[in-house]
């Protein structure tokens, strides 16, 4: 999973070189990013499952992975003429992301405690960020500039990169004093 998300850290910023000849690759890059972090939030679920979290601290990381599934196939498939849908789903993510900060301090696992903290800083100040910087960089005719807000993106994947990192200390140290131990809200 570490491969994956430096995989997708360097199409994010393969998606800041200037791709307007050429279309395709910008929307494969975006497609391919997208569906890389996808897989990264699920996994993310995976670990909260696997060191036994309870349904109130898994659910608003759901709820974000199925808001990200919905965004991107909204991207996908409908034009950018349903303005509404699009502002929508971003208020709508802003309010989730809230929802999954709070959960990221009720994880009981002591061990991946701080780490998911850290993700969920990392996604209020990747929201607050953008909506800053759209005010101050995006100047009108030059999107070279407003490529770079993209780059924001890099804060949430580092952060889930943190907790891949945790939890395969927590996993190895497990393995190394107890074997067959698994994670527990008590370790």
């Known amino acids: 999973m570490i491969k994956l998300s430096v995989i997708c850290i360097v199409l994010l910023l393969l998606s800041l070189i200037d ?22 939030i699920l996994y993310l679920i995976s670990i909260l499952q696997f060191a036994k979290e309870s349904f109130a601290i ?7 992975l199925g ?8 991207q996908m498939f409908f034009s950018h003429s349903t303005g509404t849908l699009t502002e929508g789903i971003g208020i709508l993510n802003f309010v989730i992301i809230i929802y999954v900060l709070i959960a990221t ?9 701080e780490a998911f903290g850290i993700f969920g800083i990392a996604l209020l100040l990747n929201i ?28 949430p994947l580092l952060a889930i990169l943190h907790i891949i990192y945790q939890t395969g200390k927590v996993l190895k140290n497990a393995e190394t004093d107890n074997p067959g131990h698994q994670i527990t809200n008590n370790t």
């Open 19 to 40: 791709y307007s000849s050429n279309l395709f690759l910008y929307a494969l890059l975006y497609i391919i990013t997208t569906i890389i972090n996808i897989f990264l």
């Open 67 to 74: 808001l990200e599934i919905i965004g991107f196939l909204s």
């Open 58 to 64: 898994q659910t608003p990381f759901s709820i974000f």
């Open 105 to 113: 301090f009720r994880v009981q696992s002591k061990k991946l405690a």
């Open 128 to 155: 607050i960020l953008k909506f800053g910087l759209t005010f101050i960089i995006v100047i009108p005719g030059k999107p070279f500039q407003s490529r770079f807000i993209g780059i924001i993106n890099l804060i």
